[in-house]
């Protein structure tokens, strides 16, 4: 099982970007998907979720309004687009998958995850 993350960089505050995740060696379709970061110094906390037929979305109070996450079930990719990005979003970025389908904000639900892309705003 792979997740491989990619998209991060250096983006200005108030700028947009989007994270891709590439998943590859599950049933796709059977996992809810999630977004996770770490920050500097601090824990590492969810971001928000999505679930295996992407009906349903579930965001971190911090998330909600800004960051969105999508998936495309053809291709085994889910997608994290950030909008109005500001200094408290740099973090390391990491996308998570959920074998219990829930998209649950408890990391221990998750059961693979990719290695992290970095995402520095500067203001």
């Known amino acids: 099982v792979q997740l491989q993350a990619s998209g991060g960089g250096l983006v200005q505050a108030g700028g947009s970007l989007i994270l891709s995740c590439a998943v590859s060696?599950?049933?796709?379709?059977?996992?809810?998907m999630g977004w996770f970061r770490q920050a500097p110094e601090k824990e590492r906390e969810f971001v928000g979720a999505i679930s295996p037929g992407a009906l349903t979305t579930n965001y971190a109070e911090s998330a909600k309004g800004r960051l969105t996450i999508y998936r495309d079930n053809a291709k085994d990719m889910v997608y994290l687009r950030m909008d109005r990005l500001n200094a408290e979003d740099t973090a390391t970025y990491y996308c998570?998958?959920?074998?219990?389908?829930?998209?649950?904000?408890?990391?221990?639900?998750?059961?693979?995850w990719g290695q992290g892309t970095l995402v520095t705003v500067s203001s």
């Open positions: 998570a998958a959920d074998k219990y389908g829930r998209g649950h904000p408890e990391s221990s639900e998750y059961e693979y």
């Open positions: 060696g599950l049933h796709f379709t059977s996992y809810a």
